[in-house]
């Protein structure tokens, strides 16, 4: 994380850009700006901007927004729900829908069915999230008219409102993940079903059913876990653009809206937090393999 | 085990009473008439005296009150103020605030609140700074008296107070306009019609201003910023939906009430819908403009700039900035058509034929060797990046070495800082626009003057203008004054501080159960009704 934080603080502080005149607005001048900079301190060196803001990090301080004046703590845990929502609900539904259609596709191997997930799957890789947002806003929010357009309702304005605002989000960004899961399951059933432990388990005369999820998937569960792991940080930058498509006030735009207007504070708080999810993330994944697979020990 | 389920049961009847308050807050809620616009960009800065950022002019105009204010006929009318007086030999202006004004905390505002501000606004503004220099002293009488003792008799004094666009002389409470002018105030109190609900406030998704109920309106009649400020909903939200197919969606499937600016592509969507309205309520609409870089070469060549004018077509810009030259008109003033300065005073170069040969004979004459022109545009500014792609055309066809360097808007910005030449990160042209209100005059078109490197970037340096200007200043009568603008126009237009390059004006598109809204340079939210 220290070095995370170094490197983010480093690139900031070389990119283009200035906050005060961004500030200062179109009708401004040097002079403007400089008394700006000098207000906000962004003419110190870079060592003393940097100790002080390690200093604030080490007291739990991520900082002010240089344009709102507001906490980053603040701003982050006002856009944590949404994107954590957001997040969840597509991971849920994309786990729920792309392992059994990986499942199907491996045991149907070779058959019309199989080409058919995989048809979906290259089409759901292929098409960007934000078309497929903007189809599906065409056809269930303005012509049919049953879900919103935009925005975001709290779980506390009522859960049918919450999920309302989330389902047509949730699909656009579920379908490439579900699409990389569905793959990478069928691939890893397929060398699964040859092992000869699935083969006994035919000849007993277990049913199908039990064979592929008793005995098959339980052992193809460790790298399927590993791509949903790794998915979740594909989840979060596919989260980027639907936030935006979807106008949903989540960490995603927060994080785009800093990097348009060089808001340091909250670039650089957003990133120390994905890193920390990112790092936890990871960790949650390696501990469940212990539970998929018990010859595995830490 | 018992311990536990209760616990649990607790739990659940704690978060069952969070969702029944919340669905009855809700409900409350529903019985509001609020208001769903969506602004021209977000809102991220309160402070409408440290940034020029027209949207935080009309958060300004949102929960702030001005002592005077430019009605539609351009004339000055108290606002706050019920009566003033100027005393025989100018030199005196005395102030009497309405009664009954008193800041959304409750406060009276008074004339030291009313000092304050002004003295804030007269350290950004430049306006204001003409206005300072003139200034001897701001004395408060009494609460609601107040007294501006000039040096010299200053005739754009009520003008600078009812300034309709950024800076506005908004009032605030003392203790925040005691704020450093260069500092940026968090706390949006002020004495307007609206109040803002800084706890809702989402920065980047809404801003939620709720009507206040302590505002006394004026009696006359709305008018751009002054007359009653009567505000017939309780609630507005501002929803920023930053893409612009969203916000369409939204406006038509009732998400939204009001978008303030569509971009050219949408108009003829949402006009086939029969439940929105597309209008150009924005009478002085906004000028585009070529920025030139007048300390590097070759622009530091007025013969380079003004081959410019020979081959700049309006009519193109227009197209390209706005889509339709329906949504505009060309202009060939440096002061914006339809205000009372504006002339075609020595346009001749910009209105008559296009004339790529004349412009090739200045550039020769000029003594250009194919130095590079950069071009700095931003991407995600249309406005900015059409005029950048066209004056990049113009330029190749008069065999000009010039690379458009595109990035985003923050960079841009930047960027013009910079003194350097071209090759040390330095730039040649960039393009912006300023709306209508800003280009009324010499006072307040900032773009036009000479002043150097204390000016705007680009820093032209013409002693001529600043000259013409101040004489402009001195008048006192109508005739005069627009006798001294053509002149400023004419030394501009032999100068070049910018190329003038379309009047246009974004429309706005409402659901038809609006009414009310008020024709004006900025989308002003009070008077509307919501049915």
């Known amino acids: ?298 | 085990m018992i311990r536990s389920f209760r616990s649990v049961t607790g739990a659940c009847a704690v978060v069952a009473l969070a969702m029944a308050g919340a669905t009855l807050s809700g409900a409350a809620l529903a019985q509001q008439k609020v208001l769903k616009f969506i602004p021209q960009a977000d809102l991220r800065i309160l402070d409408p005296i440290a940034t020029t950022a027209y949207i935080t002019r009309n958060h300004g105009y949102m929960v702030y009150d001005t002592l005077f204010a430019t009605d539609a006929k351009f004339q000055v009318k108290p606002q706050m103020v019920e009566k003033y007086e100027l005393s025989k030999d100018k030199l005196t202006y005395t102030f009497t605030l309405r009664d009954g004004l008193k800041f959304h905390d409750g406060v009276p505002v008074k004339s030291a609140d009313c000092i304050a501000s002004l003295e804030r606004w007269a350290k950004r503004d430049a306006l204001g700074q003409k206005l300072a220099e003139n200034t001897e002293a701001w004395t408060a009488v009494n609460d609601k008296t107040f007294r501006l003792k000039l040096k010299k008799p200053f005739a754009l004094t009520l003008d600078a107070l009812a300034k309709p666009s950024s800076n506005v002389p908004f009032i605030m409470p003392e203790r925040i306009a005691k704020t450093d002018p260069f500092k940026n105030i968090e706390d949006p109190t002020g004495s307007g019609p609206f109040k803002m609900v800084k706890e809702e406030w989402v920065p980047g998704s809404k801003v939620i201003y709720v009507k206040n109920t302590d505002y006394v309106p004026r009696k006359e009649p709305p008018s751009w910023a002054s007359g009653g400020k009567v505000v017939k909903v309780d609630r507005v939200e501002w929803i920023y939906i930053p893409d612009s197919a969203i916000a369409a969606a939204a406006l038509s499937a009732g998400e939204a009430d009001w978008w303030e600016q569509l971009p050219p592509d949408l108009i003829p969507l949402l006009r086939k819908n029969k439940d929105i309205k597309v209008e150009n309520i924005d009478p002085l609409g906004s000028m585009g403009l070529i920025r030139f870089n007048h300390i590097q070469p070759p622009f530091n060549n007025v013969k380079m700039r003004q081959a410019l004018l020979y081959v700049v077509n309006q009519q193109d810009y227009l197209l390209g900035i706005a889509g339709d030259v329906k949504n505009g008109r060309t202009c060939y003033s440096y002061f914006v058509c339809g205000t009372p300065l504006s002339s075609e005073t020595g346009a001749e170069a910009l209105k008559g034929k296009r004339d790529f040969d004349k412009a090739k004979k200045l550039i020769a004459e000029s003594g250009y060797k194919g130095e590079k022109v950069v071009i700095i545009s931003a991407t995600d500014q249309p406005i900015v990046h059409s005029q950048s792609l066209l004056t990049t055309e113009l330029l190749r066809k008069l065999g000009v070495n010039v690379e458009l360097q595109a990035g985003d808007w923050g960079t841009l910005i930047t960027r013009r800082t910079s003194k350097e030449p071209v090759e040390k990160g330095g730039w040649s042209i960039f393009h912006t626009w300023l709306v209508g209100p800003d280009l009324t005059s010499p006072a307040v078109n900032f773009a036009i003057r000479g002043s150097g490197e204390k000016g705007w970037f680009g820093w032209a340096n013409d002693p001529k203008v600043e000259e013409l200007r101040e004489a402009w200043f001195a008048t006192t009568d109508a005739a005069n004054s627009k006798k001294a603008a053509e002149a400023v126009q004419r030394q501009a237009f032999e100068f070049v501080p910018y190329v003038p390059t379309a009047q246009f004006i974004l429309p706005t598109a409402y659901r038809t159960n609006l009414s009310g809204l008020i024709v004006a340079p900025v989308a002003f939210l009070w008077n509307v009704e919501k049915k």
């Open chain 1, 1 to 298: 994380m220290a070095v995370v934080a170094f490197f983010v603080f480093s690139l900031l502080y070389l990119t283009p850009g200035d906050p005060a005149a961004v500030i200062a607005g179109d009708i401004a001048t040097d002079e403007d700006i400089r008394r700006i900079r000098a207000t906000l301190g962004l003419d110190e060196p870079f060592l003393i901007r940097f100790g002080t803001w390690v200093w604030a990090l080490l007291h739990g301080d991520l900082g002010t927004s240089i344009f709102t004046n507001l906490p980053v703590t603040r701003l982050i845990g006002q856009r944590v729900e949404p994107t954590v929502a957001l997040t969840l609900c597509t991971l849920v539904v994309a786990v729920a829908i792309a392992v059994p259609l990986g499942v199907i596709a491996a045991a149907r191997a070779g058959s019309w069915t199989d080409r058919a997930i995989m048809a979906f799957s290259v089409l759901g890789f292929s098409v960007p999230v934000f078309v497929l947002a903007y189809i599906l806003i065409l056809t269930f929010s303005t012509g049919l008219g049953w879900l919103p357009v935009q925005g975001y309702r709290s779980i506390t304005d009522g859960v049918w409102e919450w999920l309302r605002h989330l389902i047509l989000p949730s699909a656009a960004l579920g379908t490439v993940y579900i699409a990389l899961i569905a793959r990478i399951t069928r691939a890893t059933m397929l060398d699964v079903l040859a092992q000869d432990y699935v083969r006994t388990a035919q000849a007993k005369g277990l049913a199908p059913a039990q064979v592929l999820v008793g005995h098959a998937l339980k052992n193809a569960a460790v790298p399927i876990m590993t791509v949903v792991g790794i998915g979740i940080a594909l989840l979060i930058s596919g989260a980027i653009v639907t936030e935006t498509v979807f106008a949903i006030p989540g960490i995603g735009r927060l994080t785009v809206d800093a990097i348009l207007r060089r808001d340091y504070p909250i670039i650089q708080g957003v990133i120390l937090l994905f890193s920390a999810v990112y790092v936890l993330i990871n960790l949650a994944v390696d501990l469940s393999y212990m539970f998929f697979d018990p010859r595995i020990r830490y």
